[in-house]
């Protein structure tokens, strides 16, 4: 999925934004967490946007996990729109899953129109350049040849290379200097640029959330990062022309 494959979606009520959950289906707490935060907050909006990395890793859609959140997802889905954009745990995620669910699956890069102000949003890790390694792996990981082949692997090989990768990703974490796996500001700028300067830009993955502003070309943006639920949920909230970060 990449820019320009989707027409501009128009929010003319509330929606709210939320990213980087990464459940895991051994975790029955985080789990039950989720659904509680699905059942007493996300199902009141009419529109929900879950911005990547929903799972810690998702298999494939032949995946006999996660059959709770699927459930859920398709029940609010009959009240809510529910749009969805790959992050880089769960980029496997595809037409299956969108119809078992009943999401939308958005592109990498997302126009949408939050009432009379246009907002860019993604996952965050494609503006994360600096880290080439990951970028090398990332334009790997996802082309068609290579998703089609890792689908075909049993489950047992396909948990045994996710571990071996996250073990390597941490490792990697723990090695690589933190500024080379935040966001590179020529990439925010470049892609503010793509989309004409709206002056919103909504994203994840970094686990760095912050209001970030800028001044391009004489327009004012900000970048709102949305925070990981590592500690606690959080989500971002779009209502009556404003923007607020919102606790679970």
Partial sequence: HNRGSFRLIHIKDSAIFFSDIHLDDSSKKDIAYFVS??????????NIFILGDLFDWWPGDDTNQFKKVIALLKQVSNKSKIF??????????GKKFAKKTNITILPDHQLIKLGKEKAIILHGDTLCTDDKKYQRFRKFSRSWISKKGFLLFPKYLKDCIFNFARKKSNYDKSSKNKDIM????????K??????NPPIMIHGHTHRPKIHTYNING???KRVVLSDWHESGSFLLWDKGKLKNMKV
């Fill in 219 to 221: 327009l004012e943006s």
């Fill in 37 to 46: 935060f699905i059942n007493n907050y996300a199902k009141n909006y009419p």
């Fill in 191 to 196: 892609l503010f640029n793509e989309f004409n």
């Fill in 182 to 189: 935040d966001v590179n500001e020529l990439a925010v700028k």
């Fill in 84 to 93: 969805f954009i790959c992050g880089n745990r769960d980029y496997l995620i």
